[in-house]
């Protein structure tokens, strides 16, 4: 089974940061890619960015230059240090797992719970 725990949502002001973290819990599962997705209200959630294995990584356009997603893959943990927040990042924030069961090859994601950020004055 694969469990993700979340945390460092909160409320921040325009300009502000935050830092957020998710820790995936796994057995026999080999994790192939790890990603934040966000859904802002009444709107679809959509990728936020992405981390492999290997360290290459692919963002949102609305967000390079001001977040950057980590991973510990020892630990199995994924951060995401967003900088210069605008109002418009407001969303529930998702960590995303993809991977497979080991002896299964067959795909699978999992997700958080979500954390909220909100930024606003």
């Known amino acids: 089974q694969v469990q993700l725990v979340e945390s460092g949502g909160g409320l921040v002001q325009p300009g502000g940061s935050l830092r957020l973290s998710c820790v995936a819990s796994?057995?026999?599962?080999?994790?192939?890619?790890m990603a934040w997705y966000r859904q802002p209200p009444g709107k679809q959630r959509d990728l936020v960015a992405g981390i492999i294995a290997t360290g290459a990584t692919n963002y949102a356009d609305s967000v390079k230059g001001r977040f950057t997603i980590s991973r510990d893959s020892a630990k199995n943990t994924v951060s995401l240090q967003m900088n210069n927040l605008e109002p418009e990042d407001t969303a529930v924030y998702y960590c995303m797992v993809l991977g497979a069961h080991l002896g299964s090859g067959q795909p699978t994601k999992y997700w958080g719970q979500g954390t909220q950020v909100t930024v606003s004055s």
């Open positions: 796994v057995e026999r599962f080999d994790i192939q890619l």
